[in-house]
Every structure is written in structure tokens, then in C-alpha cells.
């Protein structure tokens, strides 16, 4: 059964980084494309990027220059390097093994996500 577990959010001021990870259970991690997504209060789930299994990835145009999705798969964990960073960031953010060909729908269940809060 597959298992993501994220990690690495908090509080942090606007302008400031942090680093997301997401830890993968369950599969044969370097075969998945992988992405994150986030939910701000009271707005639906949205993408942020995503990586293939080659490592070619998609950053939405919200956090391009911002954001970096990356993926160790000797650890067979995912990562979002989040830089400059604005209270808009503010949501509980998810990884999920996705398809690149259809973003929208992830392929397998959410984990408990990480709380990101950015304060102006």
C-alpha cells in the first residue's frame, strides 16, 4: 500500500524558504511521477508542480522562479524547495503520485499534508 508522509512546513515570515519533503512507502518510487499540491482555507486543492520519473518537471506559473520540485529516489522522497515565499503561499500542502499527462486527478490517496504559514 502506498505511503507519503510530508514534512517540513511551519511558520516563516514573507521572503523567507522552506523546504518541504515527501517520504514514499509502498512502491517502486523511482517509477512514479510525483507532485505537490496545496490547499489555502476555503479554496479547493490546487497543483503546484510535479516530476516525472526522468526528472523533467512542471511548476504552475504562481511559484515559477520560487518553487522547486526535486526528487531523490535513493531516499525515495520528493521535495519542494520553496523560496521567497508570500502570506498568497499560506495552505496545507501534499504530495501524491500523479500522472504527467493528467494533473488534475492524483493517483493515489492524500496523506496528512504539512501546514505552511507565511506571515506579511
Known amino acids: 500500500q502506498v505511503r507519503l508522509v510530508e514534512s517540513g512546513g511551519g511558520l516563516v515570515q514573507s521572503g523567507g524558504s522552506l523546504r518541504l519533503s515527501c517520504a514514499a512507502s509502498?512502491?517502486?518510487?523511482?517509477?512514479?511521477?510525483m507532485g505537490w499540491y496545496r490547499q489555502a482555507p476555503g479554496k479547493q486543492r490546487e497543483l503546484v508542480a510535479a516530476?516525472?520519473?526522468?526528472?523533467?518537471?512542471n511548476h504552475v506559473d504562481s511559484v515559477k522562479g520560487r518553487f522547486t520540485i526535486s526528487r531523490d529516489n535513493r531516499k525515495n522522497t520528493v521535495y519542494l524547495q520553496m523560496n521567497s515565499l508570500k502570506p498568497e503561499d499560506t495552505a496545507v500542502y501534499y504530495c501524491?503520485?500523479?500522472?504527467?499527462?493528467?494533473?488534475?486527478?492524483?493517483?493515489?490517496?492524500w496523506g496528512q499534508g504539512t501546514q505552511v504559514t507565511v506571515s506579511s
Open positions: 501524491a503520485v500523479v500522472s504527467m499527462a493528467n494533473l488534475i486527478v492524483p493517483l493515489s490517496s
Open positions: 509502498g512502491m517502486i518510487f523511482s517509477l512514479k511521477a
Open positions: 516530476i516525472s520519473r526522468s526528472g523533467s518537471t
